[in-house]
């Protein structure tokens, strides 16, 4: 789930899970004047390892069962029986009231929407589905965006575009880059293509809550904020437009739209960055075969010496 600038700091007043960090054993650090990252163990980047499995399977099924005719709400419910038969809960299910498990966006909408029984899917439709998930008190957060049938080959390469500029982040990134540095991984991708980056919504900070510091934004603007080191868990999260990426936000407080009402694209994935790589912990196979493209391996935390 998508982080925006007022979400954040509301977040910080009174971040979901703040009770249980001491019982857990997750470090804090101080950046700056921000508040705390919460800093993660070898073990507990397990635990997330465990929550994002099941995020990864959740969206399996979801994207099998896009498909014209379909409701929202009917995505909704697989996505809340596939979470709890796996022994999780849906990290988004009353979030701050959210009312339903996943978010689905359908075209101009780019993130938050309200699942409903009365919204079908077309032909021709995009469909951002955004899913998190909690188990042994850790999250697992991750999003995509899939085609209804055929679409336009323009909505093709903005999907295209979207997806990789996420997986430039996982691949481009290094111990030491500053936070800053990750956005302008999105930007390099997604300017050349002429399409929108929506820039005041972005990816945040995860582990014992869903949204924690830092705020990941999809731009960058010169080497700033906290530094990438071991232990940080970040969900990177590109949000793009096929026109002007303006943005307002609907009457029922969650659901953003373009405001000259272009089609959009949302994808996510949460990952921590080792000493020998990136690990990707909501991808099934940890990011190998997509990163392989980009010649770079991943590095399981279990392949990790201990100390």
Same mark, same amino acid.
């Given at each position: 789930?998508?982080?925006?600038?007022?979400?954040?700091?509301?977040h910080?007043?009174?971040?979901?899970?703040?009770?249980?960090?001491?019982?857990?054993?997750?470090?804090?650090?101080?950046?700056?004047?921000?508040?705390?990252?919460?800093?993660?163990?070898?073990?507990?980047?397990?635990?997330?390892?465990?929550?994002?499995l099941?995020?990864s399977?959740?969206?399996?099924?979801?994207?099998?069962? %896009? /498909?014209? @005719?379909?409701?929202?709400? !009917? =995505?909704? #419910? $697989?996505? &809340?029986?596939?979470?709890?038969?796996?022994? *999780?809960?849906?990290?988004?299910?009353?979030?701050?009231?959210?009312?339903?498990?996943?978010?689905?966006?359908?075209?101009e909408e780019?993130?938050?929407?309200i699942?409903?029984?009365?919204?079908?899917?077309?032909?021709?439709?995009?469909?951002?589905?955004?899913?998190?998930?909690?188990?042994?008190?850790?999250?697992?957060?991750?999003?995509?965006? %899939? /085609?209804? @049938?055929?679409?336009?080959? !323009? =909505?093709? #390469? $903005?999907? &295209?575009?979207?997806?990789?500029?996420?997986? *430039?982040?996982?691949?481009?990134?290094?111990?030491?880059?500053?936070?800053?540095?990750?956005?302008?991984?999105?930007?390099?991708?997604?300017?050349?293509?002429?399409?929108?980056i929506?820039?005041?919504?972005?990816?945040?900070?995860?582990?014992?809550?869903?949204?924690?510091?830092?705020?990941?934004?999809?731009?960058?603007?010169?080497?700033?904020?906290?530094?990438?080191?071991e232990?940080?868990?970040?969900?990177? #999260?590109?949000?793009?437009?096929?026109?002007d990426?303006?943005?307002?936000?609907?009457?029922?407080?969650?659901?953003?739209?373009?405001?000259?009402?272009?089609?959009?694209?949302?994808?996510?994935?949460?990952?921590?960055?080792?000493?020998?790589?990136?690990?990707?912990?909501?991808?099934?196979?940890?990011?190998?075969?997509?990163?392989?493209e980009?010649?770079?391996?991943?590095?399981p935390?279990?392949?990790?010496?201990?100390?």
């Amino acid at each position: 789930m998508v982080a925006g600038a007022a979400t954040a700091s509301e977040h910080r007043r009174r971040p979901q899970g703040a009770e249980e960090r001491s019982e857990r054993g997750a470090e804090q650090m101080v950046v700056g004047r921000r508040p705390m990252i919460e800093m993660k163990s070898p073990e507990q980047l397990q635990l997330m390892r465990r929550a994002g499995l099941v995020v990864s399977d959740t969206l399996k099924q979801l994207r099998a069962a %896009v /498909a014209p @005719g379909v409701s929202t709400e !009917e =995505l909704d #419910e $697989l996505a &809340r029986e596939t979470i709890t038969g796996a022994g *999780a809960t849906p990290s988004f299910l009353g979030y701050h009231g959210y009312p339903k498990t996943i978010c689905t966006s359908v075209n101009e909408e780019i993130v938050h929407g309200i699942p409903s029984p009365a919204k079908r899917l077309a032909e021709g439709d995009v469909i951002s589905i955004d899913c998190g998930a909690i188990l042994d008190g850790w999250h697992g957060d991750s999003a995509i965006t %899939v /085609a209804v @049938g055929e679409v336009d080959p !323009e =909505l093709t #390469e $903005l999907l &295209r575009v979207c997806e990789e500029s996420m997986w *430039a982040v996982f691949a481009g990134a290094r111990l030491g880059m500053r936070i800053r540095d990750l956005g302008a991984l999105v930007e390099r991708t997604v300017l050349p293509s002429g399409f929108g980056i929506v820039d005041h919504y972005g990816g945040h900070g995860i582990g014992t809550a869903m949204h924690q510091d830092p705020h990941v934004l999809n731009h960058g603007r010169g080497s700033r904020g906290p530094k990438l080191v071991e232990g940080m868990a970040l969900a990177i #999260e590109p949000m793009i437009t096929a026109g002007d990426p303006e943005t307002e936000e609907l009457a029922d407080g969650w659901t953003v739209i373009t405001t000259d009402r272009s089609y959009a694209a949302h994808f996510e994935h949460t990952f921590t960055m080792t000493a020998n790589g990136p690990w990707v912990l909501t991808a099934a196979d940890g990011g190998a075969a997509k990163l392989a493209e980009y010649g770079v391996s991943i590095a399981p935390i279990e392949n990790l010496a201990r100390p």
